[in-house]
């Protein structure tokens, strides 16, 4: 199950990633009805892990060696592939960035898109975000999110669920993207959009990547500026086959007047 997790997020399944996500969120686990069960679920199916990161000071509930599903087949799995129970390199390097520069989202109204495991918007809280709104289209997500908010002290960010891709964006002073560029189709969405949150509200955009082949070779790395570059720990750069390090990247897209 993890195995096939990480392949998928780093590009190497067969699907398309949008074709992908609508199988998955067609799934359901027919026994689980209500927050708390995911919950409850969660809970037996994870373990909180506060160290082997770039973040060791946010504690996050991850799926680990010693958890049912590391090791389980992939449709066994109740729900869309759990993209929020591991802390993906560039998720990793943006949480850190933000944790050593505060002034980058204190005071600021700040998404986080494509949330996962919400320690990119935790990492945005804890620096003083003045409005924080996570969002990913997997409703577990959502509940992931909330429950690593109440472990880290912190009282749940508001999550959205839709896919706010395209859509007319929010007066955002700062958007959050770790690891979003993993498939090419999703990528040209992203460019097009940003630049129109750009364009609309000077809205600033920081993306954490690990050099992932669909973000080096795509348009959008040209318009980008280096901010910050991270070595991985050692457990990281295992679980990710290779990747050895992480970057930071601004959006340096200017338009036209």
Known sequence: ?????ILCFRGQDTLNAFQRGMCCLMRRYVSVRSEDDIKNFIIDNTEI??????TPEISLRLFTPTCRFWTERPESWPFPDPYWAIYWPG???LARYLLNNPEVSGGRKVLDLGCGCGASAIAAKLTGASRIVANDIDPIAAVATKMNCELNNLDPLP???????GSKPDDWDLILLGDMFYDEDLADHLHKWLQTCI???GTQVLIGDPGRAQFEGHDI??????LA?????DSVKDENYGLTNSTVWCYNYKPDL
């Not at 199950?1 to 997790?5: F, H, I, K, L, S």
């Not at 892990?49 to 770039?54: G, K």
């Not at 570059?229 to 720990?233: A, I, K, S, T």
């Open 1 to 5: 199950m993890y195995r096939r997790t």
């Open 229 to 233: 570059h991270f070595e991985l720990p």
């Open 221 to 226: 790395r040209k318009l980008l500026h280096k």
């Open 91 to 93: 998720g990793q390097a």
């Open 49 to 54: 892990v506060s160290a082997q990161s770039l």
């Open 199 to 201: 364009t609309t509200h």
């Open 159 to 165: 999550c959205v669920t839709d896919n706010i891709i």
